[in-house]
């Protein structure tokens, strides 16, 4: 069982910078991917950033270059950190634990941040 608990949302200017955190909690941490979602108004939910229990990381074209995901294992932690915000990055972030090559029920969800980016 993992619990998601997100800060480091707001509203912020182009190019201004911003710091996601997911506080995990719960069994079997670093065994989980951990990823970054957003979702825009009208849009479905797009995974935009990755970090394996290895500490591989991938991202979406759109983002590479001016996000970072990280985790750290002593915190229980993963962040988002968003550099150079661009209108078009206004979306509902949401933080997420899978683990679903363990099992169907190993995913989990938080519960969204709201980042706004105003020109």
């Known amino acids: 069982q993992v619990q998601l608990v997100e800060s480091g949302g707001g509203l912020v200017q182009a190019g201004g910078s911003l710091r996601l955190s997911c506080v995990a909690s719960?069994?079997?941490?670093?065994?989980?991917?951990m990823a970054w979602y957003r979702q825009a108004p009208g849009k479905q939910r797009e995974l935009v950033a990755t970090v394996t229990a290895s500490g591989s990381t991938d991202y979406i074209d759109s983002v590479k270059g001016r996000f970072t995901i990280s985790r750290d294992y002593a915190k229980t932690t993963v962040y988002l950190q968003m550099n150079d915000l661009k209108p078009e990055d206004t979306a509902v972030y949401y933080c997420n634990a899978d683990g679903r090559h363990y099992g169907p029920h190993y995913n989990y969800w938080g519960q969204g941040t709201q980042v706004t980016v105003s020109s």
């Open positions: 719960g069994r079997m941490f670093g065994l989980y991917v």
